[in-house]
C-alpha cells in the first residue's frame, strides 16, 4: 500500500488508528476551523452554558458573600483551618496536570496520539489552574492584599518567608499558570493565523489576526518555532512534577500525622495524573460525541488515556498501602491512631468510598472491552473525579481533625457556602471550556496535518538533502 | 514594473515533496533571499533553504540562568540581610528550603526566553508582509505550499527567475507585490 495515498493510509502503529483513514491537508483543516467558523452551535452547548453560567452566578455570590462577611461562613474551624478551600485546591490543581503531562511529556516521547487531544487538555489546564487558584486566594480571608505573598520592595519593610512550603506553593502555582499559558499560546499560534485566513467576518479577521500577530507559515519561523515548542516541553515536564510535589510539601512540611511522610510527592503526582486523566475522558468523550470527532478522537484515545489512568491508579493505590503499612510499621502511636481514625472513625465511609472509586473501580480497565467502551469510560471516569476529590478531602481534614492531644479534636461540616463555592468553580470551569470550544481550534490544526500520510517528504528527495 | 515595487515571485506547489525538492533547487541554482511557506512544519525544509542552527537553545539557556542565580540570590538577600527571621533556630542562609523557589523561577524564565525569543528571532509580530497580497496566500495556512524568492536576491531577475521557478511544475507563479 502506498503512504501516499490517503484513502486507505492509516496513521502511527498500533491499531486502532490516532485519525480516521481519507482525510486531506484541508479536510482536516476544514472540519475543525468549521466548528468555530461556520458550523450552527450545537443545542447542547447552550444548555451546557445555561447551566454552567448559572452555577458561576452561584460562585460570584459565594466570593461576595465571603468578602462581606469573612471566612467564618465557612465550616472551618479549630483544629480544621484547612477544609474544603484545600481540598479544592489541591484537586484543581492536580486535574490541570494531565493537560501538561499530554502536551509536554508526550510530545518528548513522541506520541502521536497525543495530537488530536492535547489542545483542549492544555485548556483545561489552564481553566482549571485558575480555579485552584482562587482557594487559596480567597482563603487568606483578606485577599485584597494577598499581593503581599509576592517578593516586592514595599513602604512596610516586609518580605516574604521563604522556608515556608507556602511561598514555594505561590511561586510554583504561578509559574504553572504562566507556562501553560505560555505553551497554550505559542501552540494556538499557527491555528489562529489558519482561523484569520478562513474567518468569513470582519470582527473575526481582525481579531484571530491580531492574535496571529502575523503568522504566515515560512520556514525559517518554523525551525526556530518546532525548537520553542521541544525546549518549552521540555521546561514544563519538570515543571508539572515540581508543582504537585512544592503542593504536598504544604502538608509534609508539617508535623501533623497523616501529613508528615516522605511517600507524599510521588504519591501527589500520580493522583494528580491520574484525575487529569480521567477528568480529559469526562471532557472527551461526550465532547467527541456532540461535535462528531470520532476520526479525529478515537477508540485509540480513549485506550490509552484509560491506561494511563490505570498505571497512575495503581501507583495512587500504592499510596495508600505504603501509608497505612508505615502507619503501623513505624509503630508510632500517633500515626497508627490516624490510619485506623481514618478507617473507622466519624468519616470512614468517605474513605471506604475513596477505596472503592480510586483502587477497585478502575480495575475494570484492564479488560479491553471495557477501553475501548466509551460510555462505560465515562462512568468509570466519573468514579475516579469523585474518588480523587474524596482522597484529598480525607488526607486534609481527617489527619487535622484529630492530632495528638484529645483535648483539642474537632469536626469539620461544610455549610452550603463551602459547597457554593467548590460548585462555582465547576461552573467557572466549564463555562470557560464551552467558551474556549466556541472561539477557538479544540484540536490543534497544524499538528493534526502533520500526522497525515501526505504529510511525509518522499524518501528521495530527502535523500537529495542529505548530500548537501 | 519596476523592480523597487516588487517583493518576490512566488510559487504555489500541492504537497509537501513539490515544496522540499523546489526549494532545494533553488538554493542549488544559486538562489539565497528566499523562503518557503507551509501549513505546518517541515524539517526538511531547514536544510533544503540552507538555514542554520537555532540560536533558540542558547537564549533559552541564558534565560534559565538568569532566573536561577536571580531567584536564588532573591532570597539569599531577603532571608540573610533585608529582613533575617529566626524560624525554629535554623540559619539565616538555610539553602535547602531555597531550592523551590530557585527551580521554579530557572524554569519561569527560561519558559519566558523562550517564547519571547522565539517570536523576536522571527521578528514577529509583524502585522504587515508583502507575501499576504497574493490572494491565494491563504492557503499557506490551509493546504498549499509556497516558494517566494524575493527581489533583493542578486541573481533575481523578473522574467529569469519566472521562467526558473516554471521550470519546478509549481500549480502557478505569482509576482508579490511589495
Known amino acids: 500500500m502506498p503512504v501516499d495515498d490517503p484513502v486507505h493510509a492509516t496513521v502511527g502503529a498500533g491499531t486502532p488508528a490516532v485519525i480516521a483513514p481519507g482525510y486531506t491537508f484541508g479536510t482536516v483543516t476544514d472540519k475543525i476551523s468549521s466548528i468555530v467558523l ?81 489542545r483542549f487538555a492544555e485548556a483545561m489546564t489552564l481553566f482549571a489552574v485558575a480555579c485552584a487558584g482562587l482557594f487559596p486566594a480567597l482563603h487568606t480571608g483578606r485577599p485584597w492584599l494577598d499581593y503581599w505573598l509576592l517578593p516586592y520592595p514595599n513602604t512596610m519593610g516586609l518580605w516574604p518567608q521563604f522556608r515556608s512550603p507556602i511561598m514555594w506553593d505561590v511561586f510554583a502555582v504561578t509559574t504553572y ?15 489562529l493565523a489558519t482561523l484569520r485566513d478562513r474567518s468569513q467576518s470582519r470582527v ?51 508535623i501533623v500525622p497523616g501529613w508528615h511522610t516522605t511517600i507524599f510527592p510521588p504519591y501527589f503526582v500520580a493522583g494528580a495524573i491520574y484525575s487529569g486523566f480521567a477528568m480529559v475522558l469526562t471532557l472527551a468523550i461526550p465532547i467527541r460525541a456532540v461535535y462528531g470527532l470520532e476520526d479525529f478522537i478515537t477508540t485509540r484515545h480513549l485506550e490509552n488515556m ?36 481514618r478507617i473507622t472513625g466519624p468519616y470512614r465511609s468517605l474513605y471506604w468510598a475513596l477505596l472503592f472509586c480510586n483502587v477497585l473501580a478502575p480495575q475494570v480497565l484492564w479488560f479491553r472491552r471495557v477501553r475501548q467502551y466509551a460510555p462505560g469510560l465515562f462512568v468509570v471516569s466519573l468514579i475516579v473525579n469523585v474518588g480523587m476529590w474524596l482522597e484529598r478531602f480525607v488526607i486534609v481534614v481527617t489527619s487535622l481533625h ?32 464551552l467558551l474556549f470550544l466556541r472561539v477557538l481550534p479544540m484540536i490543534s490544526i497544524f499538528e493534526m496535518r502533520t500526522i497525515l500520510p501526505s504529510a511525509k517528504v518522499d524518501e528521495d528527495v530527502r535523500e537529495d538533502l542529505r548530500v548537501i | 514594473m519596476k523592480a523597487s515595487q516588487t517583493y518576490g ?39 533544503a533553504l540552507g538555514a542554520h542552527h537555532s540560536k533558540l ?32 533556630g535554623k540559619g539565616l542562609h538555610s539553602w535547602p528550603a531555597f531550592i523551590p523557589i530557585t527551580f521554579e523561577c530557572t524554569i519561569l524564565v527560561a519558559a519566558l526566553a523562550a517564547v519571547f525569543g522565539m517570536l523576536a528571532l522571527n521578528g514577529l509580530p509583524m502585522p504587515y508582509h508583502p507575501v499576504f497580497n497574493v490572494s ?43
Open chain 1, 177 to 191: 499558570a504562566t507556562v501553560s499559558l505560555l505553551f497554550w499560546f505559542v501552540g494556538l499560534l499557527p491555528d
Open chain 1, 204 to 254: 473575526g479577521r481582525f481579531i484571530y489576526g491580531l492574535l496571529a500577530m502575523g503568522w504566515r507559515g515560512s520556514a525559517r519561523h518554523w525551525h526556530q518555532y518546532d525548537t520553542a515548542y521541544l525546549l518549552l516541553a521540555g521546561l514544563a515536564t519538570p515543571l508539572v512534577v515540581s508543582v504537585h510535589t512544592v503542593v504536598s510539601f504544604d502538608f509534609a512540611v508539617a
Open chain 2, 136 to 178: 491565494r496566500f491563504a492557503l499557506a495556512s490551509r493546504n498549499r505550499f509556497f516558494l517566494c524568492i524575493e527581489a533583493t536576491d542578486p541573481q533575481f531577475d523578473p522574467g529569469e527567475t519566472r521562467r526558473f521557478l516554471h521550470t519546478l511544475q509549481p500549480r502557478e507563479v505569482t509576482t508579490v507585490a511589495d
Open chain 2, 57 to 88: 537553545p542558547l537564549i533559552v539557556l541564558i534565560g534559565g540562568v538568569c532566573g536561577c542565580i536571580g531567584g536564588y540570590l532573591l532570597q539569599y538577600w531577603v532571608a540573610t540581610i533585608a529582613y533575617p527571621l529566626n524560624i525554629g
Open chain 2, 9 to 47: 515571485l512566488i510559487a504555489e506547489f500541492d504537497d509537501p515533496t513539490a515544496l522540499v525538492s523546489a526549494t532545494h533547487r533553488a538554493y542549488q541554482a544559486g538562489y539565497r533571499r528566499m523562503d518557503a511557506y507551509s501549513p505546518f512544519p517541515i524539517e526538511e525544509l531547514t536544510a
Open chain 1, 38 to 118: 461556520t458550523r450552527r452551535t450545537p443545542r447542547g452547548w447552550y444548555v451546557g452554558f445555561a447551566i454552567a453560567f448559572l452555577l458561576t452566578m452561584v460562585l460570584l455570590v459565594s466570593i461576595t458573600y465571603l468578602l462581606v462577611k469573612g471566612i467564618g461562613i465557612w465550616g472551618n474551624n479549630q483544629p480544621i483551618g484547612w477544609a474544603f478551600e484545600i481540598t479544592n485546591f489541591v484537586c484543581w490543581i492536580g486535574i490541570g496536570h494531565a493537560g501538561t503531562l499530554i502536551s509536554a511529556v508526550l510530545l518528548l516521547l513522541k506520541q502521536t496520539w497525543r495530537t488530536s487531544i492535547n
Open chain 1, 306 to 341: 484509560a491506561k494511563v489512568m490505570l498505571v497512575t491508579g495503581l501507583i495512587v493505590a500504592y499510596g495508600y498501602t505504603v501509608e497505612a503499612f508505615i502507619a503501623w510499621y513505624s509503630g508510632n502511636a500517633y500515626e497508627g491512631f490516624m490510619i485506623w481514625n
Open chain 1, 402 to 433: 484529630r492530632d495528638f492531644l484529645p483535648s483539642s479534636w474537632g469536626m469539620f461540616r461544610p455549610t452550603v457556602w463551602d459547597f457554593g463555592l467548590y460548585l462555582g468553580t465547576i461552573g467557572l470551569f466549564v463555562a470557560l471550556l
